[in-house]
């Protein structure tokens, strides 16, 4: 087994990683989703859609990594890197919807909330 073979197989393994985060996070949230319901505890469809999209976002990470393993390493051609560049701006449009869906804002805007209450609390010493 060669060079590129090794890269090849570690591509498709961290492809398989990124599946696997979506599936068991779209398992995960439904176990959870469904015990939350039948505890009667509290809001549900929020709390599924915030850990749905997490992992959809991790899992989306892993897959632009391995496109880049196996672009950068295995096939560095001209084209493969073009192909390559529009898959990674399509998934970081898919990355930054999901953020803003998950938490109402984009990746780079500073959470306010956050941040004046580390102030007050500062303030108040």
Known sequence: MGYQDWIEAAGRAV???GVLAVVM???LATVFAITRIV??????YGRFRRFLGRSILLG?????AADIIRTV???PTLESVGVLAGIVLIRTFLSWSLELEITGQWPWQTDHRRTSTVQRRS???
């Open 60 to 64: 989306l990470e892993l897959l632009v």
């Open 25 to 27: 996070g779209a398992v």
């Open 73 to 75: 390493a295995v096939t």
């Open 123 to 125: 303030a108040e010493g």
């Open 39 to 44: 505890r009667k505890k509290g809001e549900v």
């Open 15 to 17: 492809d398989a990683a």
